[in-house]
DNA sequence: TCAAACAGGACCACAGTGGTCCCATTTGGA
DNA sequence: TCCAAATGGGACCACTGTGGTCCTGTTTGA
């Protein structure tokens, strides 16, 4: 189903969080500001490093920092780095024959085209945005639309 | 994971042949035309019908015919009849507090929003368009993008 | 030297998916 | 009227992925 990952939803919260204030935060830090358990901060902060999103430093003094400047981050950016590549089929995952009717497949083209699409809308926002967004926006019931 | 799902890959290639020829198909005649295993395609026209895009005919001379014309049916609506709602969130979907941060969630109109431009992605591609298109289209190796 | 903090990975419960199978009901044609 | 064909509904199961928890090893600044 077309559905972001909770440690990708958590991993948004937490970088928006960082973006907002000092440079060096400990996971434990990070779990009290964001409410985050610390255990699932801990996780996330590793596939964000690997990903290139944060630096760690490790050490008695150390933690994580932003690798980029909040504005150079998007949500697809944080979601590849949590998740892996976005490919809303196996066939637009990189040369995999995986649903075994192929050659049959009419979406061939489609869904690569449609892949695009919904990674340029998720281009399309940055961390930047997010983190300069009021905390308490009042809810509009969300449609799923 | 932002996946759609086999199911739904099936759904459309089974649309899509239904769109290219005669009214009323049986479930066996739609299996040995696709590829799609009988049992799958029974039970994924079970929810198309359900969802409106098809209509079932029961009885001996039974079978499915499409609700609707191919130019009128949407990826999306595909998605929606075989998988429920595009929600990319549990709080985009309507009105339920899932992820326990929902208050301090900087992504709390965001994702409503990316939500919204998956959907219009979706939205903007038909099943005509998909079953015009030649089954053998060549491979550009996707890039998952 | 040592405590703080990250790195790496294993484990587990649960939810969802994909597939299979069975029984009940409907209905057109013989 | 009967019966075979076909759908309707649902249960079951194996597998996979997610979210969470926990442990050990390594690094490093004070």
Redesign the interface.
């Known amino acids: 189903?077309?559905?972001?990952?909770?440690l990708t939803?958590?991993a948004?919260?937490v970088l928006?969080?960082m973006s907002r204030g000092s440079d060096v935060r400990t996971v434990s830090r990070i779990s009290a500001d964001?409410?985050?358990p610390l255990p699932t901060v801990a996780k996330l902060m590793k596939a964000l490093a690997h990903g290139g999103l944060v630096v760690s430093h490790r050490g008695a003094a150390g933690g994580y920092s932003l690798n980029r400047n909040a504005a150079a981050i998007s949500?697809a950016d944080i979601?590849e780095a949590v998740?892996?590549?976005?490919?809303?089929?196996a066939?637009?995952?990189?040369?995999d024959d995986q649903?075994?009717?192929e050659?049959?497949?009419?979406?061939?083209?489609?869904?690569?085209?449609?892949?695009?699409?919904?990674?340029r809308?998720?281009d399309?926002?940055s961390l930047a945005?997010?983190?300069a967004?009021p905390?308490?926006?009042p809810?509009?019931?969300?449609?799923?639309?």
Chains 1, 2 share one sequence.
């Open positions: 189903m077309i559905r972001i990952n909770r939803d958590y948004v919260v928006a969080e964001t409410g985050v949500v979601i998740e892996g590549p976005i490919a809303i089929t066939c637009v995952d990189d040369a649903c075994g009717i050659q049959l497949c009419p979406m061939h083209g489609h869904w690569s085209r449609i892949n695009q699409a919904i990674r809308s998720l399309g926002i945005e997010i983190a967004m905390v308490f926006e809810v509009a019931a969300g449609q799923p639309i």
